[in-house]
C-alpha cells in the first residue's frame, strides 16, 4: 500500500502514542521541555458555559523556556475583516446544516467549507464554537471527525469510542477503517482542488486560534485533546494521516506563537505598569491599582506558562520527529513554519537550540549543488537563488570547485534557470573586479571584459556566445552595451591576443544582436512575447546607439580583421542591426557608406572561404534594397565587382575547356578560374547574374569535365550554382516581364540541359559534387513544376517534368547517401563529433528537398514509400521530417497517402523475402507499422476511409496471385504487420474487412496462423498480440514485386521496376507546386483548388467498396494558412519583391499539421528517445537559426 511505510527520523521510530503518554522526553541544547503528564481525557460535567479553570490545579502545566516565549507579531487581519469577504462569502445559511435536535454543526459541513475556500471559514468557526460552547464533548468530536475526513479517510469517531478509547487506540481503528484502494488523500489531490483546500486548512486552523486566543485557548481541555490526537497521528505510518495532522499541528503552534507573542507584550507592559505604580511613595500608591496589575501580571504569566507548555509539547512531539519525514512535502511545512518562528520570535527560537533544526537541513552542500541540475527548472532556479544568497552573506561562500557547478548553467536551454546562473557568475567576476579596484566605470569595464572573455575561454563551450550574452544580460546590461570600450579594445594593437580578440568579436556582435532585436537566442524563446512600449523604446534607443557608434568605426575594424575569416564573417553581420536610413540623413555619413562598400568588395576578392562570401553576400542584398535612397551606390558597387570577377573568369574559361592532353591550363589557371566562380556564385544569390551571361560557359564546363573525367570539385560545384542561380534569376525575370517565344523555348532548353547534367553528377563518386546536384535538381524542379506555372497560361511550356530515370536516381541517392549511419562515414577522430553534426544536417536538408518534391506534387506519392519505411530506423534523426511529410501527405491525399503508407511496408517484406529473413526482420517491420499507425491520431471517423483502403490494399497483396516459379501464397505472412493497423478501425469497417478477407483469401487458409491472426485484430477492440506458438515468424521464401535496389557501384545508376500491386496504383497530388524554392523569396499562399476524386473499381461484388476519397466520411479538408518564416535565401535578394515577384509568389500554398492536440499527444510514447548528451544541463543547439526548424525545411 503506497500508503503505508516508514518515514520518520532515521534511526528513531515512535510508535503511536498520545501527547498524554509523552513522558518528559529530553533534547540536549533544546530549549523546550515536555512536562505533560499522562492523564486520561478529563470529562467534566456538562454545563451551558464553560467553566472557569482553578489554575493552580490544572492539570496541564508546563515549565518556560529560560528565556520565555515572546514574539511581537505582525498584525493579521482581523476575523472582522475575514468574514467580510468578497461574493464568494457564504451566508449563515448556506455555510452550516445544523441537526435540528443537537443544533451542532457537523464534520461535513467544516469540510465543505475548508474545500470552498478561505471566505467564509471565520463564519464555520464561529458557528463551531458555538456548538462547542453548548457541549465541549460533542464540539470536540465533530472537530475530531473533521480532521479523519480532512486526511481522507472514511472511518469515524464514534461517541462511545470518544469516551472509551485513549488517542492511541482511536487512531489504530481508523488506520484499520483507512480506504486503501486510493493512494491519494485530499492534500496530495492533482489540480487547482489541491492549492485550494490546502489554503482552507491552513487558514481554518488561523482563524480558530485567532477565536480562541482571549479564552478558550486556556480551557485545559480544547487544544490539550486536539494536539494531542495530532500528535499521535503525525507518528502514523499512513501517510495521510501523518502529513494531514503534521500541518495541521503546525499552523496550530504557528497560532499559538502569535498569542503568546501578545501575551509577552502584554505581560511586559503590564510589568513595567506594576513595577512604575510600586516605585511610588507609600502615599502615593494606589492599593487597588496595584493589586490589580499584579492579579493581571499573574494571569498573564499563567497564560503564558499554558502557552509554552503546549508549545512545547507540539514542538516535541511533531516537530522534531517530522522535519526529516521521507515525504518532502511534510519537510517543506516544518521547515517553513520554522522559519516563520525564528522571524516573529527571535529573542526565543533564535538559538543553537532551534537553529540545529535548520542547520541539519542545509548542512549538505553537496546535495545543494546537485540539485542545480534538478529535472524541475524551477526547483534549479531557486537554488541557484540559494547559493548565491550563501556567497554573498558568508564568509567562506563557495570554493572554485563548487562554484564550477553553476558556472556552465549559463549555457543552459531554460532562460529562468540561465538568468540565474547569470546574476551568480555576474557576483563572481564583480567579486574578482573588486579585489582590483579601478579607478572609473570605464576602467571597471574593461575589467569586467578581460574577466569574462577569460571566462568564455575556459568554459570551453565555443559557438554558444549568445547564450551567455542573454544569461548576463538582465545583470550586466550596462557593461555588455559599452560599445565604446569593446572597440577600443579592438583597434588598439598589443591590447589583447589573437584568441582574446576573437571572442571579444564574438560576443560583441552577440551584444549588438540581443540590444538591436530585443529578442532572446533560438532555444530560449518561450511562445511569441510582444515588447511593451518600454522595452520597444529602449530597442530603438539602442539600435540608434549601436548605429552611431559603429558607422564610422566599422570599416576600420574591417580593414584590420579583413585578413583573419573568422572574425571578419562576425563584423559582416553589423550592418544588419544597423538603421541604415542613417547613412541617408547626413551628407558627412556617406563617405563611410563608400568606405563600407569598398571594405565589402576588398573582402569578396580577397576570401575564397563559403562563410566569407555567403556573409558578404547577405550584406550586399541588405545594402542593395530598393527601399533605400542609397541602394544605387550599393548596386553600383556590387556592378563593378561583378564586371572584375566576370572578366577574370572570362581569361581562364577557354583554357579550362580544353581538357585531356589537349589542355593548356595549368594548376594556376584551374585555381584563378575556380575562385572567380565561387565569388560569382556567392554574388549571385544576391543579384541578377543573367546580364553577364555566364551560363554556357558554366554548362560547357561541366559537360567538358564529365567527358573526360577531370573531375575538380573546386571548378565544378561553383560552376554548377552559377549555372543554376542563373537559371533560378531568369525565371524571376520571365515573371516579371512579357518574354518572346524563342526566349521561352531557349530557357526551357537551358533547364533540361542542365537538369541532364546534374543527374550524370548523381553517380559520381565525388560528395561535393554529387551533393549539390542533389540540392539543386530539387530546388529547380520546384522552381520549373508545372504547379508554378499554372496560373500563368503564357509560361506553361516552361514546365519541366523529371523523367523516370531522373524520379529513379533520385530516390536511389536518398538510400545511398541519406539513410545511411553516420558512424559508417570515416572521420577525423579530432572533428569528429563536429563532422557527425554537420553531415547529419546536410542530409536532413536533402531529405526536406525530396519530400518537398513530394508534398508539391512535382513527384508521386509512391515516392515517399523510400520515405515512410525507414520511419522507425531514423526516427532520432530524420523523424519530424518524415512525420510531417506524412502529416500533409494526408492532406494531399488521405486515401492515397494510406495506401503509400501500405506500399511502403509491402516493399520492406518483400525486400526481407528476397534476402535471408529472419523473425527479427518481422518485428522490426512491425514495430515500423505500429509507429506509422500512431500517425493516423485518433479521430476514428476521419481516418475511416484511408484505413479501409490501407487494409483492403493489404489483403490483395497477401493472396495475390503467385508468379511463375513460385510457392501459392508466399506473402500470407503480410497480415502479421497489417493487423497493427486494426485498432484504428471502427466497427462496421471490421466486420466488412472480415467478410472481404473471406472472399480475397483460399477456403484452407482460413486456419492459418497468420490468418487467425489478423481475423482476431478484427474482432477484438483493441490491438492484440500473437503468441509465438500461435502466429510465428515464420515467412515463405519466395520472391514478391521488386523493391528499389541501392546501387552496387558508385557510378552505377538505378532503376526502379514496379510490381504487378502498383499497376493500378496512380497516387497524384492534388497540391499546387511552390512557384518558388528554398533559394528564392516566398509570398504568403492563396488557397488551394480542390481536385475531383476519380472513382476506382472495386474488385470484390459487396458493400464495402475501395474508397477513393473523403468526401463521404468528412465535407472536405481542414486547411489552414500558415504565414511563411522569413529566412535568408540563397538566389534571391532580401529587398521588396517587385509586382511581378508577388505575382508569381501568389501561387504558394503552404500546408500544416492539422492533426488535434489529443493526436498528438497519442503519438508521444513513441518519441520520447533519449539524448546523447551526458549532463545534467540542456545546450541549445546552435545548428539552426530559425525558429522552427521544419518551417525552414519545408516552407
Not at 14 to 19: A, I, N, V, W
Not at 205 to 218: E, I, K, P
Not at 522 to 547: A, C, F, H, P
Not at 568 to 583: G, H, S, T
Amino acid at each position: 500500500m503506497d500508503q503505508l511505510g516508514t518515514e520518520g527520523e532515521p534511526g528513531t521510530f515512535l510508535q503511536p502514542k498520545c501527547l498524554e503518554e509523552l513522558e518528559s522526553p529530553t533534547d540536549s541544547g533544546s530549549d523546550y521541555e515536555a512536562t505533560m503528564k499522562g492523564t486520561k481525557r478529563r470529562k467534566p460535567a456538562v454545563s451551558k458555559q464553560p467553566p472557569k479553570r482553578t489554575r493552580h490545579n490544572a492539570a496541564l502545566k508546563g515549565m518556560s523556556s529560560p528565556s520565555g516565549i515572546s514574539v511581537p507579531t505582525p498584525p493579521g487581519p482581523s476575523p472582522q475583516s475575514i468574514s467580510q469577504g468578497t461574493s464568494m462569502q457564504l451566508s449563515a445559511r448556506s455555510v452550516r446544516s445544523m441537526n435540528e435536535e443537537s443544533q451542532i454543526i457537523s464534520a461535513k459541513d467544516i469540510y465543505d467549507a475548508v474545500c470552498s475556500g478561505k471566505s467564509a471559514m471565520v463564519t464555520v468557526v464561529d458557528e463551531w464554537l458555538d456548538s462547542y460552547k453548548r457541549s465541549r464533548e460533542a464540539g470536540l468530536l465533530v472537530l475530531i471527525n473533521f480532521i479523519v475526513q480532512s486526511c481522507g479517510c472514511k472511518g469515524v469517531v464514534t461517541r462511545k469510542m470518544f469516551d472509551s478509547m485513549q488517542n492511541a487506540e482511536i487512531i489504530s481503528t481508523l488506520t484499520k477503517e483507512f480506504n486503501e484502494d486510493s493512494v491519494n488523500y485530499p492534500l496530495c489531490t492533482p489540480g487547482p482542488q489541491l492549492k485550494r483546500f490546502k489554503a482552507g486548512l491552513c487558514e481554518f486552523a488561523r482563524v480558530l486560534v485567532r477565536s480562541c486566543r482571549n479564552s478558550l485557548v486556556y480551557d485545559e481541555y480544547l487544544f490539550p485533546s486536539l494536539l494531542a490526537l495530532l500528535t499521535g497521528l503525525s507518528d502514523s505510518q499512513v501517510r495521510a494521516f501523518r502529513h494531514t495532522s503534521t500541518l495541521l499541528a503546525i499552523k496550530l503552534m504557528t497560532g499559538l506563537v502569535e498569542v503568546a507573542v501578545v501575551v509577552s507584550v502584554q505581560l511586559q507592559t503590564t510589568q513595567q505598569q506594576y513595577n512604575t505604580e510600586n516605585s511610588k511613595r507609600a502615599h502615593d500608591r494606589a492599593s487597588d491599582r496595584l493589586e490589580e496589575l499584579q492579579a493581571t501580571v499573574r494571569e498573564l504569566r499563567e497564560n503564558r506558562e499554558e502557552l509554552s507548555s503546549m508549545m512545547n509539547a507540539t514542538f516535541r512531539g511533531v516537530f522534531v520527529h517530522r522535519y526529516r519525514d521521507q515525504l518532502p512535502e511534510i519537510r517543506a511545512v516544518c521547515i517553513e513554519e520554522l522559519g516563520l518562528w525564528l522571524k516573529m520570535d527571535p529573542e526565543d527560537f533564535l538559538n543553537d537550540g532551534c537553529l540545529k533544526y535548520l542547520g541539519w537541513t542545509m548542512h549538505d552542500k553537496e546535495r545543494i549543488l546537485s540539485m542545480v541540475l534538478d529535472k524541475d527548472p524551477d526547483v534549479a532556479v531557486e537554488v541557484v537563488n540559494l547559493l548565491l544568497l550563501i556567497q554573498q552573506r558568508t564568509e567562506e561562500g563557495l570554493d572554485e570547485e563548487e562554484c564550477g557547478h553553476i558556472y556552465p548553467l549559463v549555457y543552459a536551454s531554460h532562460r529562468g534557470l540561465a538568468s540565474a546562473a547569470g546574476g551568480f557568475l555576474y557576483n563572481k567576476l564583480k567579486g574578482v573586479m573588486t579585489s582590483h579596484s579601478q579607478e572609473n566605470d570605464k576602467a571597471n569595464n574593461a575589467a569586467f571584459f578581460q574577466i569574462l572573455i577569460s571566462f568564455y575561454i575556459q568554459s570551453e563551450f565555443h559557438e554558444h556566445g549568445a547564450y551567455l550574452v542573454d544569461s548576463l544580460w538582465h545583470v550586466a546590461g550596462s557593461e555588455l552595451r559599452d560599445w565604446e570600450t569593446m572597440t577600443t579594445f579592438l583597434l588598439q594593437d598589443d591590447e589583447l591576443m589573437y584568441e582574446e580578440e576573437g571572442v571579444l568579436i564574438e560576443l560583441m556582435m552577440c551584444a549588438i544582436r540581443q540590444a538591436a532585436q530585443a529578442t532572446p537566442p533560438v532555444g530560449r524563446t518561450q511562445g511569441k512575447k510582444n515588447l511593451s512600449m518600454k522595452d520597444k523604446k529602449i530597442q530603438e534607443q539602442d539600435k540608434r546607439r549601436i548605429t552611431t557608434h559603429f558607422i564610422p568605426l566599422l570599416p576600420q575594424l574591417l580593414a584590420k580583421y579583413s585578413a583573419d575569416a573568422r572574425n571578419v564573417k562576425l563584423l559582416l553581420k553589423a550592418p544588419l542591426y544597423f538603421d541604415l536610413e542613417m547613412y541617408s540623413s547626413a551628407q558627412w555619413l556617406e563617405k563611410h557608406l563608400d568606405l563600407l562598400l569598398s571594405q565589402v568588395c576588398g573582402i569578396v576578392e580577397k576570401h575564397t572561404e563559403v562563410a566569407v562570401l555567403e556573409a558578404c553576400a547577405h550584406l550586399a542584398s541588405t545594402l542593395s534594397s530598393d527601399c533605400y535612397t542609397f541602394s544605387s551606390r550599393a548596386q553600383l558597387a556590387f556592378s563593378q565587382l561583378f564586371d572584375v570577377l566576370t572578366e577574370c573568369f572570362s581569361t581562364y574559361v577557354n583554357d579550362l575547356l580544353q581538357v585531356g592532353e589537349c589542355g593548356t591550363a595549368d594548376d594556376d589557371d584551374t585555381y584563378s578560374g575556380a575562385t572567380a566562380l565561387k565569388r560569382i556564385a556567392a554574388l549571385s544569390s544576391a543579384k541578377d547574374p543573367t546580364a553577364w551571361k555566364l551560363f554556357d560557359s558554366c554548362l560547357e564546363l561541366l559537360k567538358s569535365r564529365m567527358e573526360s573525367r577531370e573531375l575538380d570539385k573546386e571548378l565544378m560545384a561553383p560552376a554548377m550554382k552559377c549555372a543554376a542561380f542563373h537559371l533560378m534569376w531568369a525565371k524571376v525575370n520571365v515573371v516579371n516581364s512579357k518574354p518572346t517565344e524563342a526566349e521561352l523555348k531557349r530557357l526551357k532548353k537551358e533547364v533540361r540541359s542542365f537538369c541532364r547534367v546534374c543527374q550524370d553528377c548523381l553517380s559520381l563518386n565525388q560528395t561535393d559534387i554529387r551533393d549539390q546536384a542533389f540540392e539543386l535538381l530539387c530546388d529547380l524542379l520546384l522552381l520549373y513544376s508545372v504547379g508554378s506555372v499554372r496560373s500563368e497560361p503564357a509560361l506553361r511550356a516552361l514546365a519541366h517534368l523529371p523523367s523516370d530515370s531522373l524520379r529513379s536516381e533520385l530516390a536511389a541517392f536518398l538510400l545511398d547517401y541519406v539513410f545511411t549511419d553516420t558512424e559508417d562515414v570515416e572521420l577525423d577522430a579530432e572533428s569528429e563529433e563536429e563532422m557527425k553534426i554537420s553531415l547529419l544536417q546536410k542530409k536532413r536538408n536533402q531529405l526536406a528537398g525530396y519530400c518537398k518534391l513530394v508534398i508539391y506534387g512535382v513527384l508521386d506519392l509512391t515516392a515517399a514509400t523510400d520515405v515512410f519505411k525507414h520511419y522507425s530506423k531514423y526516427f532520432k534523426d530524420f523523424g519530424d521530417i518524415i512525420k510531417e511529410t506524412l502529416s500533409k501527405s494526408k492532406l494531399i491525399n488521405p486515401v492515397q497517402s494510406a495506401k503509400t503508407v501500405c506500399l511502403s511496408l509491402q516493399q520492406l517484406f518483400s525486400e526481407m523475402l528476397t534476402e535471408h529473413h529472419s523473425r527479427q526482420d518481422l518485428t522490426e517491420i512491425r514495430d515500423l507499422a505500429k509507429r506509422l499507425a500512431m500517425s493516423f491520431g485518433i479521430d476514428l471517423h476521419r481516418v475511416r476511409k484511408p484505413l479501409v483502403a490501407l487494409h483492403m490494399d493489404g489483403i490483395r497483396f497477401a493472396f495475390r496471385d503467385p508468379q511463375e516459379g513460385e510457392e501459392p501464397n508466399p506473402n500470407v505472412a503480410f497480415l502479421k504487420i497489417l493487423s497493427e493497423f486494426s485498432f484504428k478501425l471502427l466497427q462496421p469497417d471490421r466486420a466488412q474487412l472480415a467478410e472481404f478477407l473471406k472472399s480475397a483469401c483460399p477456403s484452407a487458409a482460413l486456419s492459418w496462423p497468420p490468418v487467425k491472426l489478423y481475423q482476431r485484430s478484427l474482432e477484438a477492440r483493441s490491438t492484440s498480440k500473437a503468441t509465438e506458438q500461435e502466429g510465428g515468424d515464420e515467412v515463405p521464401s519466395h520472391d514478391t514485386p521488386v523493391v528499389k535496389r541501392r546501387r552496387t557501384t558508385a557510378q552505377g545508376s538505378a532503376s526502379t521496376t514496379r510490381g504487378p500491386w502498383l499497376d493500378n496504383s496512380s497516387i497524384q497530388s492534388s497540391l499546387h507546386t511552390p512557384a518558388l524554392t528554398s533559394t528564392v523569396q516566398k509570398q504568403p499562399a492563396k488557397r488551394m483548388a480542390s481536385r475531383k476524386p476519380r472513382p476506382v473499381e472495386s474488385d470484390i461484388s459487396s458493400s464495402l467498396t475501395e474508397p477513393e476519397s473523403e468526401d463521404e466520411f468528412s465535407p472536405g479538408l481542414q486547411m489552414r494558412k500558415v504565414k511563411p518564416n522569413k529566412r535568408r535565401l540563397a538566389s534571391s535578394s532580401k529587398n521588396t519583391p517587385s509586382p511581378g515577384q508577388q505575382d508569381l509568389n501568389s501561387h504558394l500554398n503552404l500546408l500544416s499539421l492539422i492533426e488535434d492536440d489529443i493526436a498528438e499527444r497519442d503519438e508521444d510514447e513513441i518519441e520520447d528517445y533519449q539524448s546523447d548528451s551526458d549532463t545534467g544541463y540542456t545546450l541549445p543547439s546552435t545548428r539552426h537559426t530559425s525558429v522552427s526548424v521544419l518551417d525552414e525545411l519545408f516552407d
